[in-house]
């Protein structure tokens, strides 16, 4: 998946420090998801943006914030990090077409964790 | 409430074999896509095939094809001829276009391909 990119791909944080994922696309698409994935939760939605300048929560959003100032890029922030928080996360970049041609990309992932 | 189920933890093949896993949704939009990721071991997320909830034929790419039964509410991945390379973890997504788009995640198959 070579139009989607992570930074960083491995974290430790202590409880409370904050920090920033990044996730960048060159693909020009609209739609940008931020997951995390637990095991035997499935990828679960923490926030997503249609487009540049909005964003909107998903299935899990407390203890994260995010911002699509440029179509490019989409950020994942923590704020006050919690152990709850250890976990996988994936960014996706979508551009939905018209039949059965859509794109669909995901980022290699970031493992987190919070001691 | 929008929702992907996949009743299937686990799933075993042998080689050659065909196989389907199970996703069925349930929503009151009628405008939807649904998809079909694989998860290797190895972690990243490869997109595998899309299906419109107005299309008319059921999608297909190489081996892979998407058994879309609309007043079911089901959308099975069907794998042709299994490889040893297949063995990884499936997971059933569907968009949703009411209040700006989201894409949410049913929990995953885990399929073992044996020689």
């Known amino acids: 998946n070579a139009g989607v990119t992570q930074t960083p791909k491995f974290r430790v944080l202590k409880t409370g420090q904050s920090m920033t994922l990044l996730c960048a696309q060159d693909m020009n698409h609209e739609y940008m998801y931020w997951y995390r994935q637990d095991p035997g939760m499935g990828l679960r939605l923490i926030h997503y943006s249609v487009g540049e300048g909005t964003t909107a929560k998903g299935e899990v959003p407390d203890g994260y914030n995010v911002s699509r100032l440029k179509k490019q890029n989409f950020l994942l922030g923590l704020e006050s990090a919690a152990p709850s928080q250890t976990s996988v996360y994936f960014c996706?970049?979508?551009?939905?077409?018209?039949?059965?041609?859509?794109?669909?990309?995901f980022g290699q992932g970031t493992r987190l964790t919070v001691v | 409430a929008q929702k992907i189920t996949q009743t299937q933890p686990g799933m075993f093949v042998q080689e050659k074999e065909a196989v389907t896993l199970d996703c069925t949704y349930d929503t009151s939009d009628p405008s939807y896509g649904l998809f079909w990721y694989k998860q290797p071991s190895s972690g990243e997320m490869i997109f595998l095939i899309y299906?419109?909830?107005?299309?008319?034929q059921n999608a297909t790419e190489g081996r892979y094809s998407l058994n879309f039964q609309k007043a079911r509410k089901s959308a099975n991945l069907v794998i042709s001829a299994s490889q040893l390379g297949d063995s990884a973890m499936y997971f059933c997504?569907?968009?949703?276009?009411?209040?700006?788009?989201?894409?949410?995640f049913g929990k995953g198959t885990t399929l073992s391909v044996s020689s």
């Open positions: 996706a970049s979508i551009k939905f077409r018209t039949g059965l041609n859509t794109e669909a990309f």
């Open positions: 997504a569907m968009r949703i276009n009411q209040a700006g788009t989201a894409l949410i």
């Open positions: 299906q419109g909830s107005y299309d008319q």
